[in-house]
């Protein structure tokens, strides 16, 4: 059995690192009692399985999380907490009430459901993200001028950092997505959806592109697809509510 979570991560937290996010999700779930499994070895880890690792500095609506648990701590769709609440027992909302309770200002957990641990890992299955970012210092026409130009062209070539060098790639063919959405106080508003595979293609990656010179402003992450059969859908949609019982 695995929690799978979808949480937010919006405001001053986005400075949080991705390591210092799984060590944040980590206390809450032990102040929480969530009976989760942990490793082997000297010095067991919370077995924690997240999405694409959001870069640091970027917002996002849409971040996911597996946590596999006990079997033994499920009973009828309610979880059986362990630790200092040990014979406590929540309902799914109850535990994302205690959730986010226990977690810093910034972080939601937004949905959460039970269900068997079956298939690819969530790492494996993002296919891509959509973000939402504006361009600080941008033109708004100008950015849509080059908007119209990067999905007319076949190739579209933006600097990529890699391993202390500086790496000039065509990145047209991970560009599913390409619109301006208005303006913010920063700049022209930008939403993109970018391929994961066979390499990430982060919103910086386009600034460059669309408005040489200008900067990077907020950056959100609004979803991650996944794909079955042919069908593409999010790791857990927001409407979600289903436990182990609707699984039967």
Known sequence: MRLRLRFSKIGKVRFVGHRDVA????????????PVTYSEGFSPRVRLSFGLALPTCYESEAEYLDIPLD?????DGDVVCTGWREGTTNSIEQLRTALNEALPTGFEVVTLVIEPKVGPS?????????WRFDIRGGNLELVQR???AALESSTVEA????KNEILRENIRDGIYDLRADGTSELGPIVVAELSAKPRVIRPSELVEVLAPGSELGVARRTHQWIEREGARYEPLALNNSRTIKDLA
Request: proline letters at 3%.
């Open 23 to 34: 060590r944040i999700i980590e206390r809450g779930l032990r102040r929480c009692g969530v």
């Open 71 to 75: 079997p033994e701590s499920v009973v």
């Open 122 to 130: 969530l790492q494996e299955s993002i296919i891509s993200c959509t």
């Open 146 to 148: 080059a908007i119209v």
């Open 159 to 162: 600097d990529r950092k890699k």
